[in-house]
T-cell receptor
Framework: RKEVEQDPGPFNVPEGATVAFNCTYS??????FFWYRQDCRKEPKLLMS???SGNEDGRFTAQLNRASQYISLLIRDSKLSDSATYLC????????????FGKGTKLSVIP | DADVTQTPRNRITKTGKRIMLECSQT?????MYWYRQDPGLGLRLIYY???????NKGEISDGYSVSRQAQAKFSLSLESAIPNQTALYFC???????????????FGAGTRLSVL
């Protein structure tokens, strides 16, 4: 089983739509969880950390289910500028400073 | 100015050549990392360093070496470049942080390397 698996995508959605991405991770000892955003040919940038209780940042909501080893990202009211690849990222185990990156899910928001 | 700077941004080289990719940071972080990204494979860790005297192999270190010249500088070398090392290379830094912000990594803009 791959360490971090994401929806393969691509997701093509109209402006204003709500879209959800899912991610599963294999290491039950992982303690840090993130969503990164990567624009084409650019570096990954942190979108948001994922907290155990779930967290929201404007139009973005992240959820963590430790029992199922599952992370989600919900984007409401999609904007053209949300078009990017979204990377699910998990630390590699208890106390580990290494991160394991999913392959990413590509989102295209269409006018 | 960027907090994590990579040079060069683009490089074309020939098989068998030695090349060095450089990374410098102004974030004051102790931890630095080198990744490569290939289409369909995501980011893979090559080497990482937790301080000047600490160097560790990552998932795919064969064919690469690194040098941590100072807290702020971490360079990646390809001793004898081969075509399958053609990829996008990223340097990243992190500090311990706390709580859910622990382990956040910050990336440079990347070096696009082509080995002919």
């Amino acid at each position: 089983r791959k360490e971090v698996e994401q929806d393969p995508g691509p997701f093509n959605v109209p402006e204003g739509a709500t879209v959800a991405f899912n991610c599963t991770y294999s290491n039950s000892a992982s303690q840090s969880f993130f969503w990164y955003r990567q624009d084409c040919r650019k570096e990954p940038k942190l979108l948001m950390s994922v907290y155990s209780s779930g967290n929201e940042d404007g139009r973005f909501t992240a959820q963590l289910n430790r029992a199922s080893q599952y992370i989600s990202l919900l984007i409401r009211d999609s904007k053209l500028s949300d078009s990017a690849t979204y990377l699910c990222v998990v630390n590699s185990g208890a106390g580990s400073y290494q991160l394991t990156f999913g392959k990413g899910t590509k989102l295209s928001v269409i006018p | 100015d960027a907090d994590v700077t990579q040079t060069p941004r683009n490089r074309i080289t020939k098989t068998g050549k030695r090349i060095m990719l450089e990374c410098s940071q102004t974030k004051g972080h102790d931890r630095m990392y080198w990744y490569r990204q290939d289409p369909g494979l995501g980011l893979r860790l090559i080497y990482y360093s937790f301080d000047v005297k600490d160097i560790n192999k990552g998932e795919i270190s064969d064919g690469y070496s690194v040098s941590r010249q100072a807290q702020a500088k971490f360079s990646l070398s390809l001793e004898s470049a081969i075509p399958n090392q053609t990829a996008l290379y990223f340097c990243a830094t992190s500090d311990p942080g706390d709580g859910a912000n622990k382990n956040i990594q910050y990336f440079g803009a990347g070096t696009r390397l082509s080995v002919l």
